[in-house]
């Protein structure tokens, strides 16, 4: 160990969080600091007993304090020592997700590299640095990515608020070479464009990448209910098993067995092309943002589904209960022609609510909720707003796709929010799975921080028919 390097003594009545790898140490679990460090500067972390924990990056100016970079001391935060670690991050996800070339190739703390961000585009990296630790050695950082992963171009998008906790500006541009503002990679087998100047974040969001393969089973088997079956069929070539309607004609459409699925929050449209991809008949492509959908339907051009996709820029929240104003009219106009000859429902006019559609599959993928611990509970209350509004627009016995990015909203508050909407929405869901974050966005045992992503599959079915 570095005699000479400042220390950061831990009280004796703190948690014994370090000890269980978790890699943020805040001032209040701090006794002293010997020496002088410099912001950003490393430090050796020991007990009151000065026994050596950890090795970390030190800013006073910041509640987390130091942040952990290793479990053993390391002489200094160099290129050689960043491209030791590229290297690592790169294996990780060679080994997991073979020969993909768009992923999260550097994820923070869980990479043990926190406070730094790297999505890899192909041949473009995307740099986002979050903490002074880091930003002090942008300069190594860069120079270790250019001789590990050889890019076209380095661009950066540091454009977050956090960085100001850290006492740093926002900034963004290129840090080397060429970086194309549009540049399209693939994410199972779909073209996706990426605009990294402007789009959210660094420009897409990897984290979801199994979970958008996981829906493919949800798209295909709704035939049988619009009397569509496969049947043996005798053709000018021999017998062959085709779709053949109630009538007994044979349907040539050819995504006549697929769901019709509402994706919400779009961003790029990335669920809406896995859907379209796994055989979905329609697919209503919905965001707030012009930008967004305007990426969404560049991105369905580019994969040839433009036919079966219908783009919609709206509040998602405004346009569910817009939906379910307009189904609840009609119930209710049914229900009174029903029960009366002398309705006092003209069924002949228009309904006033407008709306009224429902889906096989209603996706629902918003932005978090949720930025800081008070705004847990409303959050709680928007995340059980938009699935109550989405399981009411599902089709009886379709799916509710959803997924919460807030990490203070935490698995079991994000269920009890879903089952306290299909309670006013009287509806029984079953799980049919619970997921995280992909492969490329690893976890640190004991580190909740980093169990950000819940994402469920239920279906949905009404308790009265």
């Not at 020592?81 to 690592?88: G, L, N, T, V």
Request: hydrophobic residues 40%; charged residues 25%.
């Amino acid at each position: 160990m570095n005699v000479m390097r400042p220390q950061v003594v831990l009280t004796k009545a703190r948690k014994k969080r370090t000890e269980r790898s978790h890699p943020w140490i805040f001032q209040s679990e701090i006794e002293r600091v010997e020496g002088e460090p410099q912001a950003g500067a490393l430090v050796d972390v020991v007990t009151a007993q000065g026994k050596y924990l950890a090795t970390g990056y030190y800013n006073a100016a910041s509640q987390i304090t130091v942040r952990v970079i290793a479990y053993e001391p390391i002489a200094a935060l160099d290129q050689a020592y960043f491209a030791a670690r590229f290297q690592e991050c790169w294996a990780h996800r060679e080994r997991f997700l073979g020969d993909a070339t768009a992923y999260r190739l550097v994820y923070g703390e869980a990479d043990f590299l926190p406070g730094l961000i790297v999505d890899r585009f192909d041949d473009v990296l995307v740099l986002q640095i979050l903490t002074l630790g880091m930003d002090v050695h942008r300069d190594e950082i860069v120079a270790a990515l250019v001789e590990v992963m050889q890019p076209q171009g380095i661009y950066e998008r540091s454009d977050v608020p956090i960085r100001e906790r850290e006492g740093l500006e926002q900034v963004t541009g290129l840090l080397y070479g060429e970086c194309p503002r549009h540049v399209q990679v693939k994410e199972n087998d779909l073209i996706i464009e990426v605009d990294i100047e402007e789009g959210q974040k660094t420009g897409y969001f990897f984290d979801q990448r199994e979970n958008r393969a996981s829906i493919a089973p949800l798209m295909r088997g709704w035939g049988r209910r619009s009397g569509i079956e496969l049947r043996s069929v005798e053709t000018d070539t021999g017998v062959e098993r085709l779709p053949v309607n109630a009538n007994g004609k044979v349907v040539s459409f050819p995504w006549w067995d697929g769901a019709t699925v509402l994706e919400c929050f779009a961003h790029t449209g990335s669920f809406t092309l896995h859907a379209c991809k796994y055989g979905a008949k329609k697919v209503t492509c919905l965001d707030i943002s012009d930008h967004a959908i305007q990426s969404a339907k560049r991105n369905v051009e580019l994969n040839g589904f433009t036919d079966r996709v219908e783009f919609v820029v709206a509040d998602a929240f405004d346009y569910l209960r817009t939906q379910v104003r307009g189904l609840d009219e009609r119930d209710e106009r049914s229900a009174q022609a029903d029960t009366s000859k002398k309705s006092k429902v003209d069924t002949s006019k228009p309904m006033t609510a407008g709306g009224g559609r429902t889906w096989d599959v209603v996706i629902l993928d918003p932005p978090a909720f949720a930025k800081t611990r008070s705004a847990v509970d409303g959050a709680y209350r928007g995340y059980k707003d938009i699935n109550l509004q989405g399981m009411k627009l599902v089709n009886e016995g379709g799916y509710l796709v959803t997924a919460s990015c807030s990490f203070h909203m935490r698995p079991d508050l994000f269920m009890e929010a879903i089952l306290d909407a299909a309670q006013d929405a009287g509806k029984v869901l079953r799980l049919i799975e619970w997921r995280a974050a992909g492969k490329d966005h690893p976890q640190i045992g004991g580190v909740d921080e980093g169990h950000y992503l819940k994402f469920a599959v239920f279906e949905v079915r009404s308790k009265r028919k």
